[in-house]
Every structure is written in structure tokens, then in C-alpha cells.
């Protein structure tokens, strides 16, 4: 074969890969791929509303999702939003027995970046474990944690979180989340020595989950006018998660009394917090 030929020979393989892979996405059946997408998320959340925009694909290989809105039917706010989402199977993995799912998202003005590994080859379903890393997020644009705080917390949001579930429901599965929480303030239900919010400039948590606990193992708020230092259990409730039980202690350290330090405590739920101090 001489250079001309191989050179001809190159060039049409090349001219026919771009015309299939042009073909492909002109003729995408984006309607069919929605479909599908909102009924494998319909098992995942039974009892939300799901709405996908365009289902597109990119050339990893892969598909983006773009308006993706998950909104409970007993809430007010998303559980979640996404402007779009992108995911993008490992072709080596799959090669091998096994299904990996790379995601890339864009939401709340920030990010999100993760693996998702499944136990059962070319299904989505039953057992998985998910690598996840997220940061810029805007928490005030985070519905669901108002309607999970009953107020309009502030800040910016980063962190990792690590989870493998058994393929039942979350609960039954263990993982550990890591956040930063950057400039914002935390509204307080009661007033505290003349401190009606908590305004911070960071505040740095570790939650694990196990045996449908949430166990808080750090959670401390560095501000202007005090600092706060948390620690305990959250006792899942699997019929309203607002009304899971809060088992928390730490103290406060106030800058007005000469960071005087004093015990603090949180009982109640999520819905009807108690807070003690002294």
C-alpha cells in the first residue's frame, strides 16, 4: 500500500466517522431518551414531580440533561435543580463487567463533579457506591434547605461526600459527607444573649451516615461575634425527615464577654428545634 492510498484510505474513515457521528446527533431520538431518563428517576424518587428539558448527546460518549427539576409532591421547593447534567459512561470499566457513570453538573451557580459505580453490569439499579465533590454552590438558591431549617440560611457551599447504599432506600446506606460553608448567617429561632443570627465567615462540618443515624462528628461556626462547636446524633425519621430527632451538644465561645465560654445544646427535631444554653 503506498503513502497516497493509506493517506486516501485515512481520509474516508475520517469523512464517514463524521458523518455517522453528525447523523447521530441531527437524528438523536431526544424525546425517547427523556422518557427513559424520567422513569428511572421516577424509581428513584416515587412521589416527585420530575421534568427534564432536552435530552442531548456529546461525544465522550455520553448524553446532557439540561432543566432538570425533582420536586417532591409534599414540598414546596426542588429537591433538585440542575441547569444541566452531563454523564458519561467509562468505556474501559464496561469493557470489563462493570458500569461506572461519570457525572459532571452545573446548579445553584456551582458544581458538581462524581462517579457513580454500580454492582449490577449495564443497569442503574440495586446496589452502588458514589464518589461525589461539589463547591461553589449558592445556599440560599437551595430550596430544600429552607423547608429543611424553616429559615433563609446564607453562604457558599464545598465539600465531598462518599456513599455506598444497598439499594433499598438511603437510609440504609452508609456514607460520610465533608462541607465548607463560606460568608453567609444562620437566622436563630430564639435569642441568644442579644444574638438574634449567626453570621460566619466559615463553618466546617463532618456528618456520617450509619444504621439510619446521622452522627454530626464536627460541626464549628467561626464569626465576627462568637464561635460555635456542635457534636452528636440525628435520629432519622423515615415518614417526615423534618421531625427527625436532634441530639446535639457543644458550647458557645461570645467575643462580647470576653469569648466567656457556656454550654449549648439541641434537642427537638428539625421542625421544632429546642435550644439551651448554659
Not at 129 to 144: D, H, S, V, W, Y
Amino acid at each position: 500500500m503506498t503513502k497516497k492510498t493509506l493517506k486516501y484510505g485515512v481520509l474516508y474513515v475520517v469523512v464517514g466517522l463524521t458523518a455517522a457521528i453528525l447523523f447521530l446527533y441531527l437524528r438523536f431520538p431526544s424525546d425517547i431518551f427523556r422518557d427513559y431518563f424520567i422513569d428511572r428517576l421516577t424509581e428513584i424518587y416515587p412521589g416527585a414531580t420530575i421534568t427534564l428539558g432536552d435530552v442531548k448527546p456529546n461525544f465522550s460518549p455520553g448524553v446532557t440533561l439540561t432543566k432538570v427539576d425533582i420536586r417532591p409532591n409534599n414540598r414546596t421547593s426542588s429537591d433538585i435543580q440542575a441547569e444541566t447534567v452531563t454523564i458519561n459512561p467509562d468505556l474501559w470499566k464496561l469493557v470489563k463487567g462493570m458500569t461506572t457513570l461519570h457525572l459532571n453538573a452545573h446548579g445553584y451557580d456551582g458544581r458538581v463533579d462524581g462517579d457513580l459505580n454500580f454492582n449490577n453490569f449495564l443497569s442503574i439499579r440495586g446496589p452502588m457506591k458514589a464518589e461525589i465533590k461539589f463547591e461553589n454552590m449558592t445556599l440560599q438558591k437551595i430550596g430544600f434547605i429552607k423547608d429543611l431549617f424553616g429559615r433563609q440560611m446564607t453562604g457558599k457551599l464545598r465539600g465531598t461526600l462518599t456513599f455506598q447504599s444497598k439499594g433499598q432506600t438511603w437510609t440504609d446506606g452508609v456514607g460520610r459527607l465533608d462541607f465548607t460553608l463560606l460568608n453567609g448567617a444562620y437566622p436563630l429561632l430564639e435569642n441568644i444573649s442579644g444574638i438574634d443570627r449567626l453570621d460566619f465567615t466559615m463553618v466546617e462540618g463532618q456528618v456520617d451516615l450509619t444504621e439510619k443515624t446521622l452522627k454530626i462528628g464536627k460541626l464549628n461556626l467561626n464569626g465576627d461575634k462568637m464561635r460555635c462547636m456542635l457534636k452528636g446524633d440525628i435520629t432519622i425519621n423515615m415518614e417526615d425527615f423534618n421531625n427527625s430527632q436532634l441530639n446535639l451538644t457543644g458550647g458557645l465561645e461570645i467575643r462580647a464577654l470576653n469569648n466567656k465560654k457556656v454550654p449549648l445544646s439541641i434537642t427537638g427535631t428539625f421542625a421544632k428545634p429546642v435550644t439551651k444554653v448554659g
